[in-house]
């Protein structure tokens, strides 16, 4: 499994948009990726037409187990992170 990172990004991107610098696709993809981070620590579901819905999910506090000793131990509530694929990117992930 090969990774690309954020800076290998906005290079390509750089590429398939001439007229716009590497610094500043970058930036702008840094941005964006904040932009998004902020949406989402403050509860708001971000929707992005073919790509997904990604969302913080409140977890409850419940009852959980030690798998070591057995014992009973209280799990405290919690927020995660959830991303839900749009029908056209899971189609597209799970056929190539």
């Known amino acids: 499994m090969s990774v690309v ?3 290998q990004l906005a290079a390509n991107l750089s590429k398939v948009h001439e007229d716009i610098p590497t610094r500043q696709v970058e930036e ?3 941005d964006t990726f904040e932009l998004i981070s902020n949406y989402v620590a403050r ?3 971000l929707r992005v ?3 997904g819905v990604l969302q913080a ?3 409850a506090a419940r009852m959980g187990r030690n798998p070591a000793t ?4 209280a799990i405290p509530a919690s927020k995660k992170i959830a991303f839900k694929p749009a029908k056209e990117f ?3 992930v799970t056929e190539s």
Do not use: P, Q
């Open 28 to 30: 702008l993809l840094d």
């Open 49 to 51: 037409t073919g790509f």
């Open 57 to 59: 999910r409140a977890r």
């Open 43 to 45: 509860g708001v579901k």
């Open 5 to 7: 990172t954020l800076k």
């Open 90 to 92: 899971k189609t597209l």
């Open 70 to 73: 057995g014992e009973s131990i």
